[in-house]
């Protein structure tokens, strides 16, 4: 049987429960960001490793392609001084072929000349040995002109064979020429294969330096959204660690301020037209609501004393001018938040601090009882409400001494 539990203990229990629930939820809260933060840092120092070897790769690359393209460079103008010496090669055994085909048609017609001469000197070497017998001449005319003959036939004979010798030559010469041909024919076909595969070699490096372009550009958008979402981690623990910090302060404030007196008198138009010594007594505060502190006791947070008083009021009430002057300052200022301080005459000046909004501009004119400004909570104090102060010749005078509470 589980023991029951009185009221009170009951109710104090629970609050123990929602007090440490509420704890636990804000320190998940605050390092669950945290752990966040360290896996996104984590993941962008990977990130940054991975990308600078992407762009050393892509670097290598870019030089595999400028090595590859200085290669085709030098197989292109090999091939064009390639295709040059074909050329020439070429007008060479065409000239070769020409001359050839002339030196066998200057052979074949002294050859044809040649057996027409022989066969010409047959004939008629018969027909004059005939001619001289039956006739009776000199038959040593006719061994002459055989011996011409004869030296003609040979020097025909000696042409022919030069003729053959120059063709025999120009034969050799086109062979060189056409093996020379063939091998450079050879040698363009291997510039060309090698030129092809240079140039494949070369796109396929484009092509990876391309999707290496792609990748440092995707790496680089992750890198930067990483760090967006770093900070907005950031930004978040600063927000909850600032509600923390908000949350404790009013925690204290509630464990060292205790409500002093209640206000619910508001200044109004009757007392204007009075100087503010004439008001001595007879002030009323500018806000409804609770007075938490007293003028000079130490402040909990820091042991200062204060040199006003704070009126806890709901947020966004009205801020009464306890008194008719002129507004010489109305602008935010540091720890007190939106301010406004009005100037009475005499040396004598009021100051409302952590206000809302500000109704009122430096220069304006007011009457008392004129609504000035909003309760808000824009300075150091966690809760909404008005910090109060009075004083002459910049002195601070305790407000409470003035007014009339109750």
């Not at 993941?43 to 892509?58: F, K």
Request: one cysteine or more; charged letters at 25%.
């Amino acid at each position: 049987m589980l023991p029951t539990l009185s009221g009170k203990t009951a109710f104090r229990l629970i609050r123990i429960l929602t007090a440490i629930g509420l704890c636990l939820i804000f320190h998940y809260a605050i390092a669950s960001p945290k752990e966040d933060i360290q896996l996104i840092r984590k993941r962008i120092g990977t990130l940054e490793q991975t990308r600078n070897a992407t762009q050393r790769t892509r670097k290598e690359t870019l030089a595999a392609m400028q090595k590859s393209a200085v290669a085709i460079s030098r197989i292109n103008k090999s091939l064009t001084q390639l295709t040059l010496k074909k050329q020439k090669v070429k007008t060479q055994l065409a000239a070769l072929t020409k001359n050839i085909q002339q030196v066998n048609s200057t052979i074949d017609t002294q050859q044809n000349n040649l057996e027409t001469q022989l066969l010409q000197q047959y004939k008629s070497g018969q027909e004059e040995t005939a001619r001289i017998l039956f006739n009776g001449e000199n038959t040593g005319r006719i061994d002459r002109e055989l011996v011409y003959y004869h030296y003609l036939a040979e020097a025909r004979s000696n042409s022919i064979q030069s003729l053959r010798d120059n063709l025999s030559k120009l034969q050799q010469l086109s062979l060189q020429q056409e093996t020379e041909n063939q091998q450079l024919e050879h040698i363009e076909s291997t510039r060309k294969q090698q030129q092809k595969q240079l140039q494949a070699e070369e796109e396929k490096h484009r092509l990876y330096a391309s999707a290496l372009d792609k990748k440092i550009k995707t790496q680089g958008e992750e890198i930067i959204r990483l760090r967006q979402n770093e900070q907005q981690l950031t930004q978040l623990i600063e927000r909850l660690n600032e509600k923390r910090r908000l949350r404790i302060a009013r925690k204290r404030a509630g464990r060292n301020h205790k409500v002093i007196a209640n206000n619910s008198l508001l200044p109004d138009d009757s007392m204007a037209g009075r100087t503010f010594e004439q008001l001595r007594g007879h002030l009323h505060l500018p806000v409804i609501g609770e007075i938490m502190n007293r003028f000079g006791a130490p402040r909990a947070e820091t042991g200062t004393p204060w040199q006003g008083i704070f009126i806890k009021a709901k947020a966004g009430s009205p801020v009464k001018a306890v008194a008719s002057g002129k507004v010489v300052y109305a602008g935010n200022m540091r720890g007190f938040g939106n301010l406004m301080i009005i100037s009475h005459g005499g040396g004598y000046m009021s100051l409302y601090a952590d206000n809302e909004k500000l109704l009122l501009k430096t220069g304006d004119r007011v009457r008392a009882g004129d609504t000035i400004a909003l309760v808000g909570a824009t300075g150091d104090n966690p809760e909404p409400g008005l910090y109060f102060e009075l004083r002459h010749q910049s002195v601070p005078f305790n407000p409470l001494s003035w007014s009339k509470v109750r």
